[in-house]
């Protein structure tokens, strides 16, 4: 069974600080992983999609992965009372279909 | 640019009814298909998938279906309604390093 789990939150920081979300994945033939934000009531939207082991920065994002321990992250500087939302971390092994994360609820507190 | 179209966005219908959902892929060839269900506070459950015209796998069984008419045109259907169909319906579309979703349709079954 291919899993992706992600911590459901809440997850609390203030304005203008880093928010870490943290996402692991079962199947190790996983080639690319996708963080989504979802705001209430909406769909998702992509945010990042990254594919090679190291960071990848867009902006004040940027997204972290780890294959050796199946582990993808994403990190948003500067954090604004607008990023929060549930964000949706998924990985998929090329042509099979995307498997999700529950997703993680950040809250940005002004 | 690619662009994904799903409708209706809002949808209330009895138990027992018919139901169809229909999402059409703009700007991109054979892409995949998706249909997800999230249900309220809940993660995304991948319900069908689609590499190709005619081609759709089932990940959960239930009353529903899927069909895939043409290239980027990708089908929900259900001949009679249950109640716990009711949920956030998202159609999704991938390609090797993107994967989009619709607005979704929000189904309330009464």
């Known amino acids: 069974q291919k899993e992706v789990e992600q911590n459901s939150g809440p997850l609390s920081v203030p304005e203008g600080a880093i928010a870490s979300l943290n996402c692991t994945y079962s199947?190790?033939?996983?080639?690319?992983f996708f963080w989504y934000r979802q705001y209430s009531g909406k769909s998702p939207e992509l945010i990042m999609f990254i594919y090679s082991n190291g960071d990848k920065e867009d902006g004040r994002f940027t997204a972290q992965l780890n294959k050796a321990s199946q582990y993808v992250s994403l990190l948003i500087r500067d954090s604004q009372p607008s990023d929060s939302a549930t964000y949706l971390c998924?990985?998929?092994?090329?042509?099979?279909?995307?498997?999700f994360g529950k997703g993680t609820r950040l809250s940005v507190i002004a | 640019s690619q662009t994904i179209h799903q409708w209706p966005a809002t949808l209330v219908q009895p138990v027992g009814s018919p139901l169809s959902l229909e999402c059409t892929v703009e700007?991109?060839?054979?892409?995949?298909l998706y249909w997800y269900r999230q249900a309220a506070g809940r993660g995304l459950q991948l319900l069908f998938y689609s590499v190709g015209i005619g081609q759709i796998s089932s990940e959960v069984p239930q009353n529903l279906s899927a069909s895939r008419p043409q290239d980027r045109q990708f089908i929900l259907s259900s001949k009679k309604l249950l109640l716990s169909d009711s949920g956030f319906y998202l159609c999704a579309w991938s390609m090797v390093q993107e994967a989009f979703f619709g607005q979704g349709t929000r189904l309330t079954v009464v």
């Open positions: 199947d190790r033939g996983s080639q690319s």
């Open positions: 700007g991109t060839s054979n892409p995949n």
């Open positions: 998924a990985a998929t092994s090329g042509n099979t279909p995307l498997v």
